[in-house]
């Protein structure tokens, strides 16, 4: 084991020891997230930290933050300002947590969200600006239909992936902007198939295109399947899948699958997105 590998090691379980697993969860060797105040608690903040291997003696983590009290301009001072923390050799998640309490503490959650956040992941895009991208049946979204065309161009389509009965199907296109997230799915949702499938589960991941690099607007949608949406988030995240939507149709075959059906909805996505090149860091 490398002496990097070790000290990461440390760090994680001191950082758990001092701030408790309600905040620190590491979900591999190399990526946490930190959420504050707690996991249960909505509104929150979620840090997704990915430690690179050269961390800490020659490169920073990089992190993504998501929070309904976050705008993007008060993302980028966030992360420019854990950045700055970061110089070769130096640890800084225990720092780093720190400073994301005391931005955390700055923002009291309002006494009362509106109802239609009640209980939604908090994220950057749930933000009031009309922009916030859904993948619910009988979608109200509209899109110029002179646009149709252009936006079934750039639509993947993954191989169905069937297991006991139940069917997976991965579908993808590259996206710049929350807006045309939207259109994505909602194009999709007019197809008779993919809108009667038990759940179409969403994520997405878009770069922003300033100073520092490393910004993400990035959300997720369950669709009634608890976690999924989250789950494949992070699977975006861990390879490092930039300006792509992913959608996950499944269709339910009547034999329950337990736990088994969340790897075989990230592996729908993880074939689809290998196959189309969106996979960088493996």
């Known amino acids: 084991m490398s ?4 000290s990461v090691d440390d760090e994680l379980v001191a950082l758990t020891a001092i701030f408790g697993e309600d905040i620190v969860e590491r979900t591999s060797q190399h990526s946490l997230i930190l959420t504050l105040p707690a996991k249960t608690a909505f509104p929150r903040l979620d840090a997704s930290i990915v430690l690179p291997s050269q961390y800490p003696s020659l490169a920073p983590p ?3 933050l998501q929070s309904v009290l976050l705008d993007e301009a008060t993302v980028t001072n966030i992360v420019s300002k854990l950045l700055s923390l970061w110089s070769p050799g130096e640890s800084v998640l225990y720092a780093w947590t ?3 309490q005391e931005e955390w503490q700055q923002r009291a959650p309002p006494e009362k969200l509106p109802e239609s956040q009640t209980g939604k ?35 993947v389509h ?8 139940s069917t997976f199907q991965a579908h993808l296109a590259p996206v710049n902007s929350v807006s045309e997230v939207n259109d994505v799915m909602d194009y999709l949702l007019q197809n008779n198939k993919i809108r009667s499938a038990t759940h179409n589960i969403m994520a997405y991941r878009i770069e922003r295109d300033i100073e520092p690099k490393g910004v993400f607007i990035a959300d997720a949608d369950d669709d009634g399947e608890d976690s999924a949406g989250g789950r494949l988030l992070h699977l975006l995240q861990v390879v490092d899948a930039k300006n792509v939507v992913v959608v996950v149709s499944r269709w339910f075959g ?20 290998d196959s189309c090149g969106y996979i960088r860091n493996q």
């Open 3 to 6: 002496d990097d590998l070790l």
């Open 121 to 155: 992941d908090a994220t950057i895009s749930d933000l009031p600006d009309g922009n916030s991208a859904a993948s619910k049946k009988g979608s109200n979204l509209t899109h110029d239909q002179h646009n149709e065309p252009a936006i079934a161009a750039k639509i």
């Open 158 to 165: 993954g191989e169905p992936l069937t297991e006991k009965r």
């Open 98 to 100: 720190e400073i994301l």
């Open 254 to 273: 009547g034999i329950l699958l337990g736990p088994a059906r969340f790897g075989l909805i990230n592996k729908s996505a993880k074939d689809l997105l």
């Open 62 to 64: 990089s992190v993504e």
